[in-house]
């Protein structure tokens, strides 16, 4: 007995470090539809970064069946889709044709891009130019949610999310000189994506800690 437990004692230490935990239920809630959130944020991309971290990451956390609303979202304006569901019956008729028991709505309410850079130059004379260019670029999201249910449009939870996520770029310049323009924006897509990850995960721990309660 005292080997087995031996045997599986690094794989039940390494399920606990991963964070492998057994996905938890919603009371009466079984469908879900997420919808692309509302942005009110300078990046027209975060919103549809969300809804991608959500549709990849609420089954692994909850258990529920999870569907993409994009055929829900035809129906409802652009920007101002939890207005739209205000309307009355809208909630109802929708839950019925889709076979739907809950919406996930939102908005994309921040995202900032920020860099902070030096130059360091010399120059002897007689000897090359020498310059290092170092810059730290860093990008913050956040975003709220509301699981609205289905049957009598009551919100069973509303949460607010933010992650931020930063790297250095550095690189030099010397002999033969060179004329270039270096760009950021790979790096800065990159980065969103890590902070709505990040902040997604964050959200949904919450909502399993607490539904587990």
């Known amino acids: ?85 205000e309307q009355p019956g809208k909630l109802e008729a ?39 260019i170092k810059m730290e670029i860093s990008v913050a999201v956040g975003f709220n949610l509301r699981l609205r249910r289905i049957k009598d449009g009551s919100s069973v939870l509303y949460r607010q999310s933010s992650a931020a996520k930063a790297t250095e770029l550095a690189f030099g310049l010397g002999h033969p000189y060179i004329s270039f323009n270096v760009s950021a924006e790979p790096r800065y897509k990159q980065l969103r994506e890590e902070a709505v990850h990040d902040a997604v995960a964050k959200l949904l721990k919450q909502i399993r800690e607490e539904a587990a309660k």
């Not at 942005?39 to 956390?61: F, V």
């Not at 919406?103 to 360091?120: F, M, S, W």
């Open 1 to 85: 007995m005292r080997k087995s437990i031996l045997l599986w004692l690094p794989v039940l230490i390494l399920a606990l470090l991963s964070g492998c935990t057994k996905p938890v239920a919603l009371q009466g809630i079984n469908r879900i539809a997420v919808l692309t959130p509302d942005n009110y944020t300078t990046c027209p991309e975060l919103s549809a970064d969300i809804k991608r971290e959500l549709l990849e990451l609420i089954p692994k956390g909850l258990a529920v069946e999870v569907i993409d609303g994009a055929a829900i979202e035809a129906e409802l304006p652009l920007n101002g889709i939890e207005a739209a569901l």
């Open 94 to 132: 929708l839950g019925k044709r889709y076979g739907i028991d809950a919406l996930i709505v939102g908005a994309a309410t921040e995202y900032l891009e920020k860099r902070d850079g030096e130059l360091n130059i010399s120059w002897n004379i007689g000897h090359d130019l020498d310059a290092d």
